[in-house]
């Protein structure tokens, strides 16, 4: 272009600049946050009696005395934290435990405020004796639910009462990969936490060949999980039967990692506060591969956060802040959970 005049040659380089500056923001715009969060939302019962179970003490006549208003006051209180912890936007996925029943999920989702976020749902059926079930929420244009698996826990010890099935959700992302979504509810610590570590070990066993299985049989296995496992990251069924560890600077995509490990020792830091202490119950656990930036899908700052709003939280006899929990023993107070919910944000190249 010698001969071209020199507004000619400007032309040309003023379209180029701009024929970049658009594909650079295209391949910004390419980049989706899908925010995914977890939160156990204690006790979500209806107040209708089922036989079969053991929910006497949710009934309107039962010992917390259980009516529609305050059922429907929960499903609310629901709705602002889901809202709250999305933020501009609704999360992609909201996994949720102690919640009844199909019924308390469809109200959630179509009778109550949250049903201007349009979500879809899957929940368990599982054998636990008060009728306690997980459930995954699901935004349909973001996450292409492909499969639905739950899954049963045989404990070693016979003796061991039934608990929650772990629920298994397949989809598909807006770049075509594939994310497998485990959302979790293990045995609780009753009767003490060395007494009832087999059966959460056990739990931890289940999960842990099911990632297996995922590992051998896809190129690259997208997998996140979720869950109230009524254990820290470092006690046995996560650190050394599931096998997620600390957060490594190489990480191999064929492991688990913890994103609350290498913070449980943290002032202050926890999901549920017992006795006055701060635990970190309620966690993510991801594959390795998410911990990549060159992944097609990988965790935003390869880290999890812990919703902690002031609306979430009231202050104890001791001036100390403490979860906003729906009742306080046999006393009712009105707020959300005894747990915290948590959420990490995955970029989908």
């Not at 949710?58 to 917390?64: E, R, T």
């Not at 429907?72 to 029943?101: D, F, Q, Y």
């Not at 999901?271 to 594959?287: A, C, H, M, P």
């Not at 965790?299 to 729906?326: H, I, S």
């Amino acid at each position: 272009m010698g001969n071209r005049p020199k507004f000619f040659r400007k032309s040309v380089e003023v379209a180029v600049v701009s024929l970049t500056m658009i594909f650079l923001s295209i391949g910004i715009s390419a980049q989706e946050n899908f925010r995914v969060m977890f939160y156990n939302v204690e006790n979500l019962f209806d107040t209708k009696d089922d036989p079969l179970k053991d929910d006497d003490e949710f009934l309107p006549d039962g010992k917390f005395r259980w009516t529609g208003r305050k059922y429907w006051k929960k499903l609310k209180n629901i709705t602002r934290v889901i809202t709250a912890v999305g933020g501009m936007h609704s999360p992609a996925l909201v996994g949720l435990c102690e919640v009844e029943n199909d019924s308390v999920v469809f109200d959630l989702t179509a009778r109550s405020p949250l049903r201007a976020q349009k979500y879809d749902y899957i929940v368990t059926d599982s054998p636990d004796e008060r009728g306690i079930d997980v459930a995954l929420l699901y935004q349909r244009d973001q996450f292409k639910l492909l499969e639905k698996n739950e899954y049963r826990i045989s404990f070693s010890d016979p003796a061991t009462g039934p608990s929650r099935n772990i629920l298994h959700a397949v989809g598909q992302l807006v770049n075509g990969d594939t994310l497998d979504v485990f959302v979790c509810h293990f045995p609780s610590r009753s009767g003490g936490q060395l007494a009832s570590e087999p059966a959460r070990k056990d739990a931890a066993l289940l999960l842990r060949n099911k990632t297996d299985s995922l590992f051998c049989c896809r190129g690259q296995a997208h997998i996140v999980i979720m869950g109230d496992f009524n254990d820290h990251p470092n006690d046995k069924s996560l650190s050394c039967v599931l096998e997620a560890q600390m957060l490594s600077d190489e990480p191999n995509e064929r492991e688990l990692y913890n994103l609350f490990y290498h913070r449980i020792k943290e002032t202050g830091f926890g999901t549920y506060k017992f006795r006055g202490q701060w635990e970190v119950l309620d966690q993510f656990i991801v594959s390795g591969n998410l911990l990549s930036k060159n992944a097609s899908v990988f965790l935003k700052n390869n880290e999890a956060t812990v919703f902690k709003a002031d609306f979430l939280l009231e202050e104890d006899k001791k001036g100390k802040k403490r979860p906003y929990r729906t009742y306080m023993g046999p006393v009712y107070k009105g707020g959300f959970s005894d747990h915290l919910p948590v959420f990490i944000d995955l970029i989908i190249k």
